[in-house]
């Protein structure tokens, strides 16, 4: 039996390094490229509109491509209409505004017109099709709408030198704060460097990690800060204090120290409990093995940090985490290329598709569960979307689960124990 496909939602001209929703627009926003190596790469950040056909199906079209010269965006936060994009050693700023002009009569029925040929052209993006003076895919910017034509302007606010490692400056990870006041970077010299937002005021800095930061998250109300470093170490911090390191093993005693390093760090919502917080983390192994030992994660209290739930996450190893908005569901992408969606409560396995993707996943986003007011997820239950080195953006959406009404599980179950008593009776006369 073959391996399940996916269908890509979008490609690119370049490779995909990250992609973010934003929750305003409902614009779904991807970036990457080549980076400064004249390979005739380009590096762009992509903006895509996000259509749900039918109840399950989605489309997506290229609206805007915005060229970012020799620098590939490696990694990027979405907030208030503001993109921080990782670029080399420095986070750059960048605003965006999505409008919509009113079309002429003869410019409405030439779109028309060409529909179908703009549909294909835009599924063909990315394998050498050249448009525009900005590089977009031929008819890549034009909106599928008859009368109206999507316009979006991206305009460059700021910029700050985000790592400062002598060698090869770089900016592995960045965040906003979830009330936006906060912007938050983490590099290769082993720095958190927090930034005042919109100012880029630099609030404080710190050596949080001996190497790479991998990850990084900010709890609601910021208070506080979990980092994640290639030195094995997981740790909490209050503002640039250092609370606490988490200890996964505590959860398997069975494996030795330092066989396995933290790679990702995301807290998560509980639904239907207001005041809950969780933090989940992903441990992968440091060396690999010619039987490749498991991925786990893991579910901690996201106030006292104790451990609640540790589980296998399969033998690839993972290359990125996302958490839904309503913290619900996980999202695992891997080195190899395989997708994978799993129930946060109990971090069993929903959905799974075996190197959907040609290569690593670099990035995932869940679709948020309203864009624009509204419902963008159909009849399903939940949909995300993942972006690779192989330039394909591909949304993978569960179906929602069957369930019964409690009152029809109780009733089949009363008929079960009425019919064993009368297979009793029938057997053994006299049983009652």
């Not at 986070?91 to 030439?110: D, E, V, Y």
């Not at 770089?170 to 082993?190: A, E, I």
């Not at 670099?362 to 690779?388: C, H, R």
Request: net charge positive; with cysteine.
């Amino acid at each position: 039996m073959g391996k399940r496909k996916v269908p890509d939602l979008y490609r690119a001209p370049f490779p995909l390094y990250c992609i973010k929703v934003d929750p305003q627009t409902g614009l779904v926003i991807t970036a990457g490229g080549g980076g400064a190596s004249k390979t005739g790469i380009k590096n762009a950040v992509h903006f895509l509109d996000l259509q749900l056909f039918g109840e399950r199906q989605y489309s997506a079209s290229l609206l805007h491509s915005h060229d970012t010269d020799t620098r590939a965006t490696m990694n990027m936060a979405v907030g208030d209409g503001v993109i921080a994009a990782g670029q080399d050693g420095t986070c750059s700023l960048m605003r965006f505004k999505h409008c919509t002009q009113k079309g002429g009569g003869k410019a409405a029925a030439k779109i028309e017109g060409k529909s179908v040929q703009q549909g294909n052209a835009r599924r063909r993006a990315g394998k050498g099709d050249k448009g525009g003076p900005d590089g977009a895919a031929a008819s890549g910017d034009m909106s599928d709408i008859k009368d109206e034509t999507a316009h979006i302007s991206v305009t460059g606010l700021a910029e700050v030198q985000s790592d400062l490692n002598p060698q090869d400056p770089l900016q592995k990870v960045v965040r906003f704060s979830p009330d936006l006041s906060l912007l938050v970077t983490g590099g290769t010299d082993g720095y958190i460097r927090v930034w005042e937002f919109p100012s880029l005021k630099k609030k404080f800095n710190f050596k949080a990690h001996d190497g790479e930061i991998e990850d990084l998250d900010t709890s609601p109300g910021n208070k506080h800060l979990v980092t994640v470093g290639r030195d094995f170490a997981c740790s909490v911090w209050s503002g640039n204090h250092l609370a606490m390191g988490l200890k996964w093993l505590e959860t398997m005693p069975q494996i030795a120290e330092k066989t396995y390093r933290y790679m990702a760090c995301r807290f998560g919502l509980v639904e239907d409990h207001k005041d809950a917080l969780r933090l989940y983390t992903v441990q992968i192994p440091h060396k690999r093995d010619r039987k490749p030992p498991p991925c786990y994660l893991t579910k901690w209290d996201g106030k006292s940090f104790l451990p609640m739930l540790t589980a296998p996450c399969g033998t690839e190893v993972i290359s990125s985490l996302a958490v839904s908005d309503s913290g619900t569901f996980l999202g695992l992408g891997t080195v190899t290329g395989s997708v994978a969606i799993y129930i946060a409560f109990s971090l069993q396995k929903l959905y799974y598709v075996q190197e959907s993707h040609g290569i690593v996943v670099t990035d995932l986003a869940f679709l948020p569960d309203t864009l624009k007011g509204k419902n963008i997820k159909g009849t399903n239950e939940t949909a995300m979307l993942s972006v690779a080195v192989d330039s394909r953006c591909q949304v993978h959406a569960v179906s929602k689960r069957r369930s019964f009404p409690i009152w029809l599980v109780l009733f089949f179950c009363g008929l079960m124990v009425v019919g064993g008593v009368l297979l009793l009776q029938y057997l053994f006369p006299g049983f009652i």
